[in-house]
């Protein structure tokens, strides 16, 4: 089921600063392992934190409905 935008909005204002920047990077279409997103984020130069922090925030935003885990570890 899809949310609207002002709900994502909504979801995305109460999470972490790390976890509103990783969600910028998890794409709609494909699923991407964490490694591979939290390389997208420190080749962009968005986050400096370490794969601990991105996993989990990527936890976080799954909790919150915000991304779906398709498959163990890919997002």
């Known amino acids: 089921m899809a949310i ?3 709900r994502q ?3 995305l204002a109460g999470q972490s600063s790390i976890a509103r920047k990783v969600f910028e990077f998890v794409p709609i279409q494909d699923a991407w392992s964490t490694h591979d997103l939290h390389n997208a984020s ?3 130069n968005a986050t400096g934190v370490s794969s601990y922090a ?3 925030a990527l936890g976080e935003l799954k ?3 915000l991304i779906r885990e ?3 570890g890919k997002f």
């Open 70 to 72: 398709p498959f163990g």
């Open 9 to 11: 909005l909504q979801l």
């Open 54 to 56: 991105v996993r989990r």
């Open 4 to 6: 609207t935008e002002s």
């Open 42 to 44: 420190v080749t962009a």
């Open 63 to 65: 909790d919150a409905g």
